[in-house]
Antibody, heavy 119, light 110 residues
């Protein structure tokens, strides 16, 4: 089983910023497309962003985060990031990173990191 | 309101079979593969089915997937108490250029 480890979550005020990271130390990271998916407390899954594996990556965002969140990756460090700006209360959620397989399914998931946006 | 529609809950007795439906449109299920995820309480989701009906290695054949038109179905046979979890369907929506999930179905094994 592939290990993905998220970090960077915490408490932030509305309007603030946070940067999440996802480490994949045992993975041939450069070969895999990646996504961020979140889950608000007691709610369902919400996909928020995707980045393709290499080259000039293809990137997608959900409308709910477009213009506020930026996904990036460092293949040399085997790391995925999510820069979150202009955070809102409704961004409060557990954020998961996941390997995105070719037909839009998610093969392996991290354990998640909790982001709480509150004043 | 989720793009893909699932029943909020289903229940069945141990040993029985249950199905969970996932309804969409031609923009998503009708023209893209569907995947299914199991989320046990307090844990990250785990894929059960991908490409409509394929199981990753390690997933027992008690779990099955099917699709017809703009609807997909997850079947779980020989229910066990350990199957109590939330189940989600997901797929790509080409009109939204986004992955969409169903709202989730809570399975109770009575």
């Amino acid at each position: 089983q592939v290990q993905l480890v998220e970090s960077g979550g915490g408490l932030v005020k509305p309007g603030g910023s946070l940067r999440l990271s996802c480490a994949a130390p045992g993975l041939s990271f450069i070969d895999y497309d990646m996504s961020w998916i979140r889950q608000a407390p007691g709610k369902g899954l919400e996909w928020i962003s995707y980045i393709s594996s290499s080259g000039s990556p293809t990137i997608y965002y959900a409308d709910s985060v477009k213009g506020r969140f930026t996904i990036s990756r460092d293949n040399a460090k085997k790391s995925l990031s999510l820069q979150m700006n202009s955070l809102r209360v409704d961004d409060t959620a557990v954020y998961y990173c996941a390997i995105a397989a070719g037909t839009w399914w998610f093969d392996s998931w991290g354990q998640g990191t909790l982001v709480t946006v509150s004043s | 309101q989720s793009v893909l529609m699932q029943p909020p809950s289903v229940s069945a007795a141990p040993g029985q079979r249950v199905t969970i439906s996932c309804s969409g449109t031609s923009s998503n299920i009708g023209n893209n593969y569907v995947s299914w995820y199991q989320q046990l309480p307090g844990t990250a989701p785990k894929v059960l089915i991908y490409d409509d009906n394929r199981r990753p290695s390690g997933i027992p054949d008690r779990f099955s997937g099917s699709k017809s038109g703009t609807s997909a179905t997850l079947g779980i046979a020989g229910l066990q108490t350990g199957d109590e979890a939330d189940y989600y369907c997901g797929t790509w929506d080409y009109s939204l250029s986004a992955v969409v999930f169903g709202g989730g179905t809570k399975l109770t094994v009575l």
